[in-house]
């Protein structure tokens, strides 16, 4: 079974652009969660996503927002994008009848 | 709200020691219990889990008890390898009693280095 995917890799912006970041699931995973990783912050929740409707959200601004699609595919979006947003950005998938969650490689994002 | 605390890094051992990175938690309810492993590069791949209380995750050689009454979560390995070397997390669903959601709340993270 594939595992979580993400694309891209690799991102290198510069302040003030935006920025879209893609997650595909594991097949038959409905729930999509993402996470942002830096070295003073380290793993911070971002949100989580089930069934098209987001269902928790962390303590990030609002430039920072994502969605889901119907085939459980995501996507997060960050505006405006500042030097502090440079980070790995995690993509993780469960399904909903448990709690154990897969991890994707990452995208790592870099803010110039 | 719920939060974890792991040992603070870099554990350095020589091949074949005996490893322990300690794991304490706060949790209101009942959380699931993970340890995730990040090789340099990588993603985080679940190490093993543990649902209830009592309960042993083991994977690769790698053990940890779900221990309520002292609230932790101790990872421990009989005899680390170079392949071992990576970043451990120690991570908890924040479900409390029986929410829907899948987020996880992560420690800070351990770095185990092992030398030939």
């Known amino acids: 079974k594939a595992g979580v995917t993400q694309t891209p890799r690799y991102l290198i912006k510069t302040r003030g652009q935006q920025v879209t970041l893609s997650c595909s699931p594991i097949s038959g995973h409905r729930s999509v969660s993402w996470y942002q990783q830096t070295p003073g912050q380290g793993l911070q929740f971002l949100f989580e996503y089930f069934s098209e409707t987001q269902r928790n959200k962390g303590n990030f601004p609002g430039r920072f927002s994502g969605r889901q699609f119907s085939n459980s595919r995501s996507e997060m979006n960050v505006s405006t994008l500042e030097l502090g947003d440079s980070a790995l950005y995690l993509c993780?998938?469960?399904?909903?009848?448990?709690?154990?969650?897969?991890f994707g490689p990452g995208t790592r994002l870099t803010v110039l | 709200g719920n939060s974890v605390t792991q040992m603070e890094g870099p554990v350095t051992l020589s091949e074949e020691a005996f490893l322990t990175i300690n794991c304490t938690y706060t949790a209101t309810g009942y959380p699931s219990l993970f340890w995730y492993v990040q090789y340099p590069g990588e993603g985080l791949q679940l190490l093993l889990k543990?649902?209830?209380?009592?309960d042993k995750g083991s994977n690769k050689g790698f053990e940890a008890t779900y221990r309520k009454e002292t609230t932790s979560f101790h990872l421990e390995k009989g005899s680390v390898q170079v392949s071992d070397s990576a970043v451990y997390f120690c991570a908890l669903s924040d479900r409390g009693y029986g929410g829907a959601t899948n987020k996880l709340i992560f420690g800070t993270g351990t770095l185990l280095a092992v030398q030939p």
């Open positions: 543990a649902t209830k209380a009592d």
């Open positions: 993780a998938s469960g399904r909903d009848a448990e709690d154990t969650q897969y």
